[in-house]
């Protein structure tokens, strides 16, 4: 999450320090790692019931990790969320029509299987018989059902997969599972992103210790519907199906459809949570038992954090932004307003100049399509008020704007005046490594 915004401080540099502070950053993006990435990945501890393994099998480059297994105990439940794209993948299909057909309690385990390097999108017929021949191979590999194994697929849209490089190395993958592989398993699903994502909490319910813990990868064509993005969220808390499902919807409304780097959204994007049950904590059957609600949020929680480290490694990003609104006179216009807002070129390119330029926040609001009145608007850098009334504010100074957009970490709130509908969405802004990293990513 955000960090709380703290005091602006006086900036002394003069206009030739600016600009090299700022090429500093962008040049920190350029050697690899996002300037906002976290300082390391976490320690995450076993989920029981939950194994790992990951292998390197040539997908699209030769000589890293591109496959990621998951092996979940028999007894677990599983919920799932994915694209809404009309062009979703062979893969996205396969697991929607699986976890459609699951009974409330399965009796068999479960197997997640990620490649990185190609979407397996867009490939037709054949791109359906490719994940069939992949999660036949791999039942057969952990001695469960096919319609027990979910298949993921993320890179390059249009060219088929070739099912045997996936296949040939299963039994390297199923040799090497491990219980403490969360950041291996983090890192062969990466495909631009700077960094492996991972998240993690521990929560006490009715006397037992329950552990959450997830993967992600995102980092450009990251867009709510869920923005390419996969996550993978595992438990040892004892949930039924129904209730994880409705716990993972409401909670991705909040996190991974709240989050936006480019607008675009991914044919491929999944999110898979498994529970064990292995915590023998009390059975939860929805969020709205005291035991539910503790869970509910704490799952909230770690997706959240894993949505924001998505956002932190938006392609060339420099900055975290999270756009505020409140005072709507909907919930929904008020969802309109702060995508509006994080999804404009030219408020994150702003954003990316440390220009507080808030014409163009009061643009975007203008072109959102919500209900707004010019002079009930109120718009704010985090504690500074810069604009409200339908003028700017008279106690606004550009020094402290421009103090303010020099942080890595923004708020950007706007009040409507109109209502109580209020909406959160996070963004990041937009620079020339954005461009760099799109043009040759095919290259």
């Known amino acids: 999450m955000a960090k709380s915004d703290k005091k602006a401080k006086k900036s002394k540099l003069s206009k030739s320090g600016k600009k090299a502070a700022k090429a500093a950053k962008d040049s920190a993006a350029k050697l690899g790692v996002s300037p906002l990435a976290p300082a390391s990945f976490p320690t995450i501890p076993p ?8 292998a390197a099998a040539g997908v699209r480059y030769a000589g890293r990790t591109d496959l990621m297994l998951a092996d979940i105990a028999p007894g677990s439940t599983l919920a799932g969320m ?23 309690a399965p009796r068999h385990g479960f197997a997640i299987l990620v490649n990185s390097g190609n979407a397996n999108t867009f490939t037709g017929e054949r791109g359906a018989r490719d994940v069939d021949t992949i999660a036949s191979a791999m039942a057969q590999a952990v001695g469960i059902p096919p ?38 398993a983090a890192r062969a699903i990466m495909t631009t992103d700077t960094f492996p994502k991972g998240a993690f909490e521990q929560v006490e319910i009715a006397g037992k210790t329950v552990t959450i813990a997830g993967i992600a990868k995102g980092s450009g064509m ?11 969220v595992f438990t040892d808390a004892h949930v039924s199906k129904d209730g994880l ?12 459809n709240a989050i936006t780097v480019d607008s675009d959204t991914s044919t491929s994007d999944t999110v898979l949570l498994a529970a064990t049950g292995r915590s023998h904590s009390v059975p939860i059957a ?28 938006g392609e060339g990003a420099t900055k975290l932004v999270e756009v505020r609104v409140t005072g709507a006179k909907t919930a929904r216009d008020a969802d ?108």
């Open 47 to 54: 989920v029981d019931g939950v194994l790992f393994s990951t």
């Open 245 to 256: 499902q409705a716990m993972l919807s409401a909670a991705t409304k909040s996190t991974f």
């Open 147 to 184: 319609e027990h194994v979910f298949t993921s697929s993320t890179g390059v849209i249009g060219e088929p997969l070739e099912p045997a490089r996936i296949t040939d190395a299963m039994h390297d993958l199923v040799a090497g599972l491990r219980a403490d592989g969360f950041e291996a």
């Open 336 to 443: 309109k307003v702060a995508r509006s807002i994080a999804n404009s070129p030219l408020v994150k390119t702003a954003i990316a100049g440390e220009d507080p330029n808030w014409g163009r926040i009061v643009m975007a609001v203008g072109k959102s399509g919500a209900e707004a009145d010019r002079d009930r608007l109120t718009i704010r850098f985090g504690d500074v008020l810069v604009a409200e009334k339908g003028w700017v504010a008279a106690s606004y100074k550009e020094a402290d704007g421009a103090a303010y957009m020099k942080r890595d970490e923004l708020t950007v709130s706007v009040d409507l005046g109109l209502g109580t509908g209020a909406a959160t969405v996070w963004t990041c802004d937009l620079t020339s490594r954005y461009i760099e990293i799109n043009a040759d990513y095919r290259s």
């Open 222 to 232: 990251i867009a709510p519907d869920m923005a390419t993005m996969l996550a993978y």
């Open 82 to 104: 994915f694209t809404r794209s009309a062009t979703r993948s062979a893969a996205v299909l396969d697991c929607q029509d699986k976890l459609a057909k699951l009974p409330e």
């Open 286 to 313: 929805s969020g709205r038992s005291a035991e539910g609600k503790l869970f509910h949020a704490a799952l909230t929680r770690v997706m959240r954090d894993l949505a924001l480290q998505i956002v932190r490694d």
